[in-house]
């Protein structure tokens, strides 16, 4: 089965770090762009940016550029979205995602199972 | 930038078709993928590349894409229905989700 597995929900305080995992297994986890989309408490969802494994190219949504980093360990089958400085308005659930082979402008499938972040003092 | 515009709520009777729009500028020559969100879940597909169903998706649910629009339509609607539904497409090498369906089944 393919799947996504991600890391547990974390709760931190602003101004902290923070690094969120998502493993993928039962394909060839180089091979496939892995996205991150966030999902405030009850809103939608939203793009944050792309990984591929083979090679580490990586594209940002324009409005989040800067505010985080994905990076990824293809030894591991494992992508990351990172924070050097939380913010209380990064509350949310964070989903990873592999986009269907051919890249763009394909579809989404599977997704993990969200990592929930509270950012709170 | 380009906009997807999807309405905030769509109530069905249960048996009957629920239609959900995704609407934006000549959406008819992009490639329209749709998502289902159950409460606590994460997101599933349901419908790629505007009218194709993945593996385990029902018939009942599908997909159309034209001009100004396109539709997700669930036929014989049933109470495991209910949930939130996303349309997505891609835009200058970004990806863009609407702002989510939420499909009520009475």
């Known amino acids: 089965e393919e799947r996504l597995v991600q890391s547990a929900a974390e709760v931190k305080k602003p101004g902290e770090s923070l690094k969120i995992s998502c493993k993928g297994s039962?394909?060839?986890?180089?091979?496939?762009?892995i996205a991150w989309v966030r999902q405030m408490p009850g809103k939608g969802l939203e793009w944050m940016g792309i990984i591929f494994p083979g090679d580490s190219t990586t594209r940002y949504s324009p409005s989040l550029q800067g505010q985080v980093t994905i990076s990824v360990d293809k030894s591991i089958n494992t992508a990351y979205l990172q924070w050097s400085s939380l913010k209380a308005s990064d509350i949310g659930i964070y989903y990873c995602?592999?986009?269907?082979?051919?890249?763009?402008?394909?579809?989404?499938?599977?997704w993990g199972q969200g990592t929930l972040v509270i950012v709170s003092s | 930038s380009y906009d997807l515009t999807q309405t905030l709520s769509v109530s069905v009777a249960l048996g009957q078709t629920a239609r959900i729009t995704c609407g934006g500028d000549?959406?008819?020559?992009?490639?329209v993928h749709w998502y289902q969100q159950k409460p606590g879940q994460a997101p599933v597909l349901v419908i790629y590349r505007d009218n194709n169903q993945p593996s385990g998706i029902p018939e009942r649910i599908s997909g159309s894409n034209s001009g100004n629009t396109a539709t997700l339509t669930i036929s014989r609607a049933q109470a495991g229905d209910e949930a939130d539904y996303y349309c997505?497409?891609?835009?200058?090498?970004?990806?863009?989700f609407g702002g989510g369906t939420h499909l009520t089944v009475l």
């Open positions: 997505q497409v891609w835009d200058s090498n970004t990806v863009l």
């Open positions: 995602a592999r986009l269907a082979k051919g890249g763009s402008p394909n579809w989404f499938d599977p």
């Open positions: 000549n959406i008819g020559s992009k490639n």
């Open positions: 039962g394909y060839n986890f180089s091979n496939y762009w």
